[in-house]
């Protein structure tokens, strides 16, 4: 049998693991300061779904509120789904996270659809006794 020792112990996913949930509870929920929060403070967002990054808190902050309002003003509730996460150590301070990100979007009483399917890179890094993603890179399956 392989083992892969990367240098990430159960206690360690299980810190990724929290991030994750929590990013996509809030930008989900509308919680969009809390969301740009759990970015450093000049972390940055890159995606090729947007015209260009968004870097540090405030304009995080703005682009969860408008990906909320979007899909409150479309009268659908939208979903991240974050699978098959896979966690790298860099070095004590650092992780690299890579993983698939669905967006389902649901019509309020109606179907449900998969309005993106993503691969997302991230470098996350110690603040404090927490983690906060530094950079995310999203790549989309249908690019």
């Known amino acids: 049998m392989t083992r892969i020792d990367n240098g990430v112990d159960a206690a360690l996913l299980a810190q990724v693991h929290q991030l994750y949930g929590l990013q996509s509870h809030l930008i989900d929920g509308g919680s969009a300061r ?10 940055e967002f ?23 309002s979007g899909a409150h003003d479309a009268d659908e ?5 974050v699978t098959n996460v896979a966690v ?11 993983a698939y990100l669905q967006i389902v979007a649901t019509a309020r009483a ?16 110690r ?3 927490t983690w906060l993603v530094d950079r995310r890179t999203v790549a989309r399956d249908d690019a």
């Not at 779904?49 to 870097?55: N, Q």
């Not at 109606?110 to 470098?123: A, E, M, Q």
């Open 110 to 125: 109606g179907d449900s659809r998969l309005v993106r399917f993503t691969t997302i890179d991230d470098r996350i890094v």
């Open 77 to 81: 509730v939208h979903r991240h789904v």
């Open 46 to 68: 890159c995606s090729p779904s947007y015209p260009a990054p968004v870097s540090g808190t405030d304009n995080l902050e703005a682009f969860a509120g408008r990906f909320y």
């Open 34 to 43: 809390a969301w740009a929060e759990t970015f450093t403070p000049d972390g």
């Open 127 to 129: 603040h404090g006794d």
């Open 88 to 98: 790298d150590r860099i070095d004590d301070d650092t992780l690299r996270v890579r």
